[in-house]
């Protein structure tokens, strides 16, 4: 019998019950105990029966209350895995040093970590809830994004103007489902400039070093062959054309010794032996060894070294590379007559050196190129024939300079003459470095 049928039955149990005892007890007896007791058990079967119907709502209540409590039980436990797996996505976004977020179908971003708001320079407030467009004008991410959207990964580079300058972006988006099915997009930014610039320089050596080895080398070609053709009988051309060879075989020499040096100042294992230099000593020696270039040129080699500049500790052979090859460039492109001046002064802990011509001078949009790798400036602009050297003796300098734990930059005047600055630390470079 189903339970409401047996609540029924009770119902009027609890009422004809006690009324039939009543009516029994009044009939046998009609004195006055036995019709007040009659008359009690009628009235507590009458109000069992007007009780009962509140009883059972209270029991349905109760009943009900229990079940929306194991409900808001079971909610809350959803609610805390729900919050557990987004704390877990968010660390995930987080340990990320790239910007990343996530927008809904609309565009709208609905998750950013800290490298996106520090990317935007916006808090997580100025984030969350704000379209794509208006974070992104670079048409080549909206594109992406785009196509994140409608289902499809997409991968591209794109160029940004930041505060230090352009840098390049490896962009990914890939397509995401949120909870309900919902669409969305996860939106990924990679600096990869330096990556980028490195494989570009390696690009641009590789064609340069070739283009360099190639015309000694199709000179030599070019002069065994005019010899082996019947020139080697004539004596003047004989010696016309040996001299030829000879003169690129030594320029090829010289260039694999640089690109061999060069190779070393980059490695990471380059090491850098510190010990006591004298200053002073070492440019006299220098100016000894170009003295006979500088006397071709009618130049006067000068050296000017105050007296708390005179010592440093630095790796001998490193520096004497690098002030040779800036006393050499500056006896290259000095004007006759002028004097090639290298000045040392003590400046706080650091040494400067400066190598002085008055000369020709690097044209201003050339000036920052002087130290890349096979980059020669151009006698035709600067007016001065010379003898030419490899391309590679100032991105040695630059390299050697940097393994020294110093710097090198350039001033110069069209025409008027070219100052290039070495600061060294005077107590040494630290440990070994990369360059």
Do not use: C
Not at 342 to 364: E, H, L, N, S
Not at 395 to 419: M, R
Not at 420 to 431: C, F, Q, W, Y
């Amino acid at each position: 019998m189903p339970p409401d049928t047996n609540k029924s039955w009770t119902r009027w149990a609890l009422l004809v019950a006690p009324l039939l005892v009543g009516v029994a007890l009044a009939v046998g007896g009609m004195d006055a105990w036995a019709v007040a007791v009659a008359a009690g058990l009628v009235a507590a079967g009458a109000a069992a029966f007007l009780l009962m119907p509140a009883q059972t709502a209270l029991e349905k209540a109760q009943a009900s209350a229990g079940l929306a409590e194991l409900e808001l039980e079971r909610a809350r436990e959803r609610l805390e895995q729900v919050t557990v797996e987004l704390d877990s996505v968010r660390g995930v976004l987080e340990a990320s040093p790239w910007p990343m977020f996530a927008t809904g179908a609309s565009g709208e971003l609905v998750l950013a970590n800290r490298a996106a708001e520090e990317f935007f320079q916006r808090g997580p407030r100025g984030l969350l809830g704000r379209s794509i467009e208006d974070l992104v004008t670079q048409g080549d991410v909206i594109t992406l994004h785009a196509a994140a959207l409608s289902g499809r990964e997409a991968t591209g580079q794109v160029r940004l103007q930041r505060s230090d300058g352009t840098r390049i972006y490896q962009v990914r988006a890939a397509p995401v489902q949120f909870g309900g099915g919902r669409a969305g997009a996860v939106v990924s930014l990679r600096d990869i400039t330096e990556l980028a610039t490195a494989l570009q320089l390696k690009t641009d050596f590789v064609a340069n070093a070739s283009h360099e080895l190639r015309t000694p080398v199709a000179s030599i070609k070019a002069a065994i062959e005019t010899l082996a053709d019947g020139a080697w009988e004539d004596e003047n051309m004989r010696a016309r054309f040996t001299q030829m060879i000879a003169t690129n075989a030594g320029r090829l020499d010289e260039m694999i010794r640089d690109l061999m040096e060069l190779s070393r100042l980059e490695s990471p294992e380059a090491m850098v032996r510190a010990e006591p230099v004298s200053l002073a000593e070492l440019i006299e020696d220098i100016h000894e060894e170009l003295g006979a270039f500088a006397a071709e040129k009618k130049l006067r080699l000068e050296a000017d070294v105050e007296e708390g500049a005179g010592e440093l500790n630095t790796d001998p052979k490193l520096l004497r590379m690098v002030l040779k090859n800036l006393i050499d460039n500056a006896i290259k492109f000095a004007s006759p007559e002028t004097p090639v001046r290298t000045v040392a002064r003590r400046v706080g802990d650091v040494v400067r050196i400066q190598v002085i011509d008055q000369g020709a001078g690097i044209p201003i949009n050339q000036q920052q190129r002087v130290f890349e790798r096979f980059f020669q400036v151009d006698p035709a602009r600067t007016g001065f024939q010379h003898r030419r050297g490899t391309g590679l003796g100032l991105a040695i300098v630059k390299h050697a300079v940097k393994a020294l734990g110093g710097t090198i930059s350039v001033e110069s005047v069209w025409k008027q003459g070219t100052t290039m600055t070495v600061e060294l630390p005077a107590s040494g470079p630290g440990s070994p470095s990369s360059v």
